[in-house]
């Protein structure tokens, strides 16, 4: 499925711990690591260290080519620091261009990572009912199909009206964000792929999102870096943002393609 995983690094130590995950994502794809420093400055891509291909250039425009525009193509790795910045993108400022730019799977290690990593057997994929959002879901099937994983389909909804009252007031989004559930679940159903969904209630998505992991033993999380609640800003938006931030399983993020 993917001839190489490519990992971005500068040399910090917050790059290079997602290493670990490229490692384990290139064992599960039967393919290499190739660890890749771009660097601004002339001199200091000279300056090449051991197992790292350093080389001169721009650091996200370089990363996006070798990770979509080159053949073979590879699946591109990156760390966040995960932390709110004045003046740049929160992802740092080459994550967040890589973010803005790259129409291909991008796998982010964000800084709350639970150690040790654990073989990978579910994927948890998050919805909103848009059909940008829906876009993850082909990668994701075609994952679940090389890696024979599980796929949990969730989306967060708004907690609703008083519970002790009759009434509750559902607005269409949310009712489009459950028959795209199912619709979902039973494309992967007749894919083969093993699935299952649900709608949970929380005042916070990417909370629901990231708790809903840990409850579920996902192993990634994945969803579009576009979608109806939120997702479109910036990078990827508040939701995956904080997704990223929070997560203790690396995040599988798609930017669709009709984003250009």
């Given at each position: ?63 996006v080519h070798l990770a979509s525009e080159t053949d073979p193509a590879g699946l591109l790795c990156l ?120 709608v949970i209630e929380h005042t916070l998505a990417a909370e629901g999102i990231t708790q809903n992991a ?25 939701v995956a943002l904080d997704v990223v931030r929070h997560a203790t399983v690396p995040v599988l993020t ?7």
């Amino acid at each position: 499925m993917f001839t190489r995983v490519i990992v971005g690094t500068d040399g910090s130590e917050r790059a290079l711990q997602a290493v670990p995950i490229a490692t384990h994502a290139a064992e599960r794809f039967g393919c290499p690591v190739e660890l890749v420093h771009i660097a601004a400055d002339e001199d200091t891509a000279d300056q090449d260290a051991t197992g790292v291909r350093v080389q001169a250039g721009d650091p996200a425009g370089g990363l996006v080519h070798l990770a979509s525009e080159t053949d073979p193509a590879g699946l591109l790795c990156l760390s966040s620091r995960g932390r709110r910045a004045l003046g740049e993108a929160v992802f740092g400022s080459v994550t967040s261009r890589v973010l803005r730019t790259l129409h291909a799977p991008l796998l982010v290690v964000g800084p709350s990572l639970r150690p040790p990593l654990r073989p990978w057997r579910r994927v948890l994929v998050c919805l909103d009912g848009s059909a940008k959002a829906a876009t993850i879901v082909p990668p994701v099937t075609a994952w679940a199909h090389h890696l024979d994983l599980e796929v949990e389909l969730v989306h967060v909804s708004y907690p609703l009206g008083d519970p002790r009252s009759d009434y509750l007031q559902v607005p269409d989004e949310e009712r489009s964000a459950v028959e795209q559930l199912r619709a979902a679940a039973t494309q992967l159903e007749a894919a083969g792929v093993s699935v299952r969904w649900s709608v949970i209630e929380h005042t916070l998505a990417a909370e629901g999102i990231t708790q809903n992991a840990d409850h579920s033993l996902s192993d990634v999380i994945a969803l579009a870096t576009h979608g109806r609640t939120g997702l479109a800003r910036l990078i990827a938006g508040s939701v995956a943002l904080d997704v990223v931030r929070h997560a203790t399983v690396p995040v599988l993020t798609l930017r669709p393609e009709h984003l250009r």
